[in-house]
């Protein structure tokens, strides 16, 4: 039954190869359930809420893509997108979280709209590739002032703005030990290298006595503080476009491009380099961003760390299926969640940043109309702490130069329209 509904011998695999590949996956990107809930709560959300909302959401995501779109693809709440979600959205621009979860739902709702008409390809091949790459880039540097903000590594200093922590504090000391350790066991290409940097980071803090251990296992939390607690009506306000958009753009390139790229590694591509079934893969990420607002997270997106389960032999759908089966098992984990501190998740915030930031490589480096654009775009995001407002001004930077300097035919009009509507925001809304 499974070999016929998956195709395993179609696509060269097998059951226990597809099993061995999802368990290797789910390793890799364990990390979400501990780091999560620990950013969320920051904006004001119950921990063990989001906790659940979190495993619902991956289990829930990750299946509709085995079974429906049968790649070996997993998801779950997005790095970066749930930084945006509580350091830009609701800490920084003073919303609360449920119009914050409001907007998540309204963009999962166009994500779907825009992935089952033709409107996504004309989105995707109108923006320009510079500053697609430089939009990871910058959250990418985006959440990595966040992780060394929660290690404890930069502190705020009024002379300088930003400044070095105090480094001889254990709990800083660990951060940046958890962070070596998490990067040499991903140079030693072993499988769960973030997990296991989190965890060993977590005990060196207990027996150092700068943490308590909470235990490992029991029934799952409450999930109604959270649950169905989305403000729809308060997010549908005019002034709060530009953070729908924001959420649904970067939701949009993030998983085009990690869809892409692991089906690139996993050989999945046709002939003409395209993707079979990319409406059903990104119908399956969008459904699953709806279905996180509702539950109480942040959007919800496909996963790179997929690329390990696929380096393991993971082929088909079969490999989804069963990282989903493990989120929903590790519900009973959640005491073990709250034992992990901040200290420990933010090495793996900071790893997570570094391999973000490597798309900055692939811009256009010869062409000053379309590096500077970038680079603006991916320094604002962090320097103005929201993702809104770097995407904003590398748009209207990239329509501006390219008007100077007579070359204004390569901006193509979703690029114009857009950075038109960014000045109009600044222009009336501030």
């Known amino acids: 039954m499974l070999?016929?509904?998956?195709?395993?011998?179609?696509?060269?695999?097998?059951?226990?190869?597809?099993v061995i590949a999802g368990?290797?996956?789910?390793?890799?990107?364990?990390?979400?359930?501990?780091?999560?809930?620990?950013?969320?709560s920051d904006a004001g959300m119950d921990f063990g809420g989001v906790f659940v909302a979190t495993c619902l959401a991956a289990a829930i995501g990750t299946a509709i893509m085995g079974f429906w779109a049968n790649y070996p693809i997993a998801m779950a709440p997005g790095m970066g997108l749930n930084a945006f979600f509580t350091y830009g959205v609701v800490l920084g621009m003073g919303h609360s979280w449920q119009i914050a979860l409001g907007m998540v739902f309204i963009s999962g709702v166009l994500f779907v709209i825009i992935s089952v008409l033709p409107i996504r390809e004309w989105i995707i091949n109108a923006i320009p590739r510079s500053l697609k790459m430089a939009t990871g880039a910058g959250i990418g540097l985006f959440l990595?002032?966040?992780?060394?903000?929660?290690?404890?590594?930069?502190?705020?200093?009024?002379?300088?703005?930003v400044g070095l922590g105090d480094i001889t504090q254990w709990t800083v000391i660990l951060a940046v030990i958890g962070f070596i350790l998490i990067a040499a066991?991903?140079?030693?290409?072993?499988?769960?290298?973030?997990?296991?940097?989190?965890?060993?980071?977590?005990?060196?803090?207990?027996?150092?006595?700068?943490?308590?251990?909470?235990?490992?296992?029991?029934?799952?939390?409450?999930?109604?503080?959270?649950?169905?607690?989305?403000?729809?009506?308060?997010?549908?306000?005019?002034?709060?476009v530009g953070i729908i958009f924001a959420f649904l753009f970067t939701d949009l390139f993030d998983t085009t491009g990690?869809?892409?790229?692991?089906?690139?590694?996993?050989?999945?591509?046709?002939?003409?380099?395209?993707?079979?079934?990319?409406?059903?893969?990104l119908v399956a990420d969008s459904t699953a961003t709806v279905i996180g607002a509702a539950a109480g997270t942040s959007p919800v997106t496909c996963y790179i760390e997929s690329a390990a389960g696929v380096r393991a032999g993971g082929r088909t759908g079969l490999t989804a299926v069963v990282v989903a089966i493990l989120f929903l098992l590790a519900l009973f984990l959640s005491p073990l969640a709250n034992t992990v501190p901040g200290y420990a998740t933010a090495p793996a915030l900071l790893f997570v940043a570094c391999?973000?930031?490597?798309?900055?490589?692939?811009?256009?480096?010869?062409?000053?109309?379309?590096y500077v654009p970038a680079?603006?775009?991916?320094?604002?995001?962090?320097?103005?702490?929201?993702?809104?407002?770097?995407l904003a001004l590398g748009f209207i930077s990239y329509a501006a130069i390219k008007l100077?300097?007579?070359?204004?035919?390569?901006?193509?009009?979703?690029?114009?329209?857009?950075?038109?509507?960014?000045?109009?925001?600044?222009?009336?809304l501030g």
């Open 258 to 281: 990690t869809l892409v790229g692991v089906a690139h590694r996993a050989g999945l591509l046709d002939k003409d380099g395209k993707l079979p079934r990319l409406k059903r893969a």
């Open 375 to 390: 680079v603006v775009l991916a320094m604002a995001m962090p320097f103005t702490f929201s993702i809104t407002d770097g």
């Open 404 to 428: 100077l300097s007579g070359r204004f035919g390569e901006a193509k009009p979703a690029v114009l329209i857009l950075a038109a509507l960014f000045v109009a925001k600044y222009v009336w």
């Open 185 to 240: 066991l991903d140079a030693l290409k072993i499988p769960g290298a973030i997990i296991l940097g989190i965890l060993v980071t977590t005990v060196a803090g207990i027996v150092l006595g700068v943490s308590e251990f909470q235990g490992v296992a029991s029934a799952p939390p409450d999930p109604g503080t959270v649950m169905f607690q989305l403000d729809i009506g308060g997010a549908l306000d005019l002034a709060l």
């Open 23 to 40: 368990v290797t996956t789910f390793l890799t990107m364990a990390y979400i359930i501990f780091v999560n809930p620990l950013i969320l």
């Open 3 to 18: 070999n016929n509904y998956f195709k395993l011998e179609e696509n060269g695999t097998t059951v226990r190869r597809e």
């Open 355 to 370: 391999l973000m930031t490597q798309g900055i490589t692939e811009v256009d480096w010869e062409d000053v109309t379309e």
């Open 144 to 161: 990595g002032i966040i992780a060394m903000k929660n290690a404890g590594l930069v502190v705020d200093n009024p002379a300088t703005l």
